[in-house]
């Protein structure tokens, strides 16, 4: 439906007035949107159809997975001149295997943002991603997404140089935060909602309280006015 829409939207305006637009999608479900697929039916093959329109006047362009010479050029322009040689184990472990399980973590974007985070940007030591307890491509993600959360807020300074927020505390309301969506079933997190997080009857007596509060100052200040 959502193509659809911006198809119409497409033929109804005119090319010199129509505002250009990058629609993301991943790349597997973009096949299965407007690819051909094989339908097939008590084991009998149909005829190749296509599951949705295409988007129309539209360039499709597919990132490729990184190389290794990639990922480190990227990070070493990221870290401070100063600290550059801290990245030297990671370098010569993608050399020497750039098809090893930690050059195909850093194959994505996401991933290497996420290690220029967690490293680049900090005075920590790269060398963690090397330890023997990520031994897996998984493994490595899921540690860098970990590392996501400290990295940031310990990057906040605040009065007399400590950290403005409190790195456990903000990890534990995230958590708060994840398993609501998780119990909602969406990936969608809208202010308008965070009422819910109250327990009911919790709710009621702070919005009782709020409107007597309220209705006391009104009171108090009609009343001066008399």
Same mark, same amino acid.
């Given at each position: 439906e959502a193509i659809r829409a911006l198809n119409r939207a497409e033929v109804a305006s005119s090319h010199a007035d129509a505002d250009a637009m990058v629609v993301t999608c991943r790349s597997l479900e973009y096949a299965s949107i407007v690819g051909q697929a094989s339908a097939v039916a008590q084991g009998e093959s149909a005829? *190749?159809? +296509? #599951?949705?329109? +295409? #988007?129309a006047n539209a360039a499709v362009v597919e990132l490729r997975p990184l190389n290794a010479r990639e990922v480190e050029t990227y990070l070493l322009e990221a870290? +401070? &001149?100063q600290q550059v040689g801290k990245w030297d184990p990671v370098r010569v472990a993608l050399s020497d295997y750039p098809e090893g399980q930690l050059a195909q973590a850093l194959s994505t974007p996401l991933m290497t943002a996420m290690a220029r985070t967690a490293f680049s940007q900090t005075n920590r030591d790269p060398s963690d991603l090397l330890a023997s307890s990520l031994t897996s491509r998984d493994g490595i993600e899921q540690y860098?997404? &970990?590392?996501?959360v400290p990295s940031v807020y310990s990057e906040m300074p605040g009065p007399l140089g400590k950290s403005r927020w409190d790195t456990a505390k903000a990890t534990s309301w995230y958590k708060f #935060?994840?398993? @609501? #969506?998780?119990l909602r079933r969406t990936r969608d997190l809208a202010w308008w909602d965070l009422g819910r997080l109250i327990p009911r009857r919790? @709710?009621?007596? *702070? *919005?009782?309280l709020s409107a007597g509060l309220a209705g006391g100052i009104a009171f108090q200040i009609l009343s001066g006015w008399q």
């Amino acid at each position: 439906e959502a193509i659809r829409a911006l198809n119409r939207a497409e033929v109804a305006s005119s090319h010199a007035d129509a505002d250009a637009m990058v629609v993301t999608c991943r790349s597997l479900e973009y096949a299965s949107i407007v690819g051909q697929a094989s339908a097939v039916a008590q084991g009998e093959s149909a005829e *190749l159809r +296509p #599951l949705a329109e +295409p #988007l129309a006047n539209a360039a499709v362009v597919e990132l490729r997975p990184l190389n290794a010479r990639e990922v480190e050029t990227y990070l070493l322009e990221a870290t +401070p &001149d100063q600290q550059v040689g801290k990245w030297d184990p990671v370098r010569v472990a993608l050399s020497d295997y750039p098809e090893g399980q930690l050059a195909q973590a850093l194959s994505t974007p996401l991933m290497t943002a996420m290690a220029r985070t967690a490293f680049s940007q900090t005075n920590r030591d790269p060398s963690d991603l090397l330890a023997s307890s990520l031994t897996s491509r998984d493994g490595i993600e899921q540690y860098l997404l &970990d590392q996501l959360v400290p990295s940031v807020y310990s990057e906040m300074p605040g009065p007399l140089g400590k950290s403005r927020w409190d790195t456990a505390k903000a990890t534990s309301w995230y958590k708060f #935060l994840a398993r @609501y #969506l998780t119990l909602r079933r969406t990936r969608d997190l809208a202010w308008w909602d965070l009422g819910r997080l109250i327990p009911r009857r919790l @709710y009621w007596m *702070l *919005l009782g309280l709020s409107a007597g509060l309220a209705g006391g100052i009104a009171f108090q200040i009609l009343s001066g006015w008399q």
